[in-house]
């Protein structure tokens, strides 16, 4: 594989799941470039016309002049023909099924809320916040519902082995405490998240770094 570089922000969920999925993998990122995005690090000229012309991140450089972005889609990429994407068309399909509904169920609502309750601080919710974030937390439940009875009877989402499904759902998931939301209430979701925690190649979430930045 070419050489790696992440574009990220090690405060985003999303830029954790593509380092995960890396590791897990045994995948070398060779290089991670910051960016404050609250200071338009990812608003620039030289940002929008080579990186990335929607201004996010992460987004993984595969070489000198290769840019994917969206997270899921690194992580879709880095993991095609390891073991983590099952060679079974069925079970290949329920992977895609577990990673679109974290990106419209779980980063949208526990991902939001987290980066407001670290970054802004609930005592200094706008209004507009104040109103958004009692939906956004019951949908979040909701999700989390869905995800706790899907493992009842299962130890992974997809396979009996850990799949891309179960990365891209930890990275947001295993944050929801600093959304205000207690896993303790889901408690297949949280003995999962402790099978991933232990799971051979795991890599830990670690951004204190940005959160001092």
């Known amino acids: ?6 574009h990220e922000d090690r405060f985003s969920g999303n830029a954790y799941k593509v380092r995960l999925t890396a590791s897990l993998i045994d995948v070398k990122i060779h290089e991670s ?16 016309s080579k ?17 994917l972005p969206e997270s899921n889609a690194a992580c879709y990429y880095l993991a095609t023909g390891s073991r983590l994407i099952p060679s079974d068309p ?29 970054r802004t601080g609930e005592d200094n919710f706008s209004q507009e916040q104040q109103v958004v ?15 706790d009875a899907h ?34 209430r889901w408690a297949n979701v949280h003995a999962w998240c402790r099978r991933i925690s232990n799971h051979s190649g795991f890599v830990s979430m670690d951004y204190r770094e940005s ?3």
Do not use: C
């Open 151 to 184: 493992l009842a009877t299962r130890d992974f989402f997809v396979d009996e082995e850990m799949t891309l499904a179960d990365a891209v759902l930890y990275a947001y998931v295993h944050l929801a405490p600093e959304a205000g939301l207690d896993l303790a």
């Open 33 to 48: 470039i910051q960016y404050e995005i609250s200071k338009g690090g990812t608003r620039t000229p030289d940002f929008l």
């Open 1 to 6: 594989m070419q050489r790696l570089t992440l």
């Open 51 to 67: 990186i990335n012309a929607n201004g996010r991140i992460p987004v993984l450089q595969v070489g000198s002049d290769k840019y």
């Open 90 to 118: 069925w079970k290949h399909a329920q992977v895609l099924q577990w990673m679109f509904f974290e990106q419209s169920f779980v980063e949208p609502t526990i991902g939001t809320l987290r980066y407001w309750f670290k």
């Open 211 to 213: 959160e001092e930045t």
């Open 133 to 147: 974030s009692s939906s956004k937390r019951e949908s979040a439940e909701t999700a989390l519902q869905v995800m």
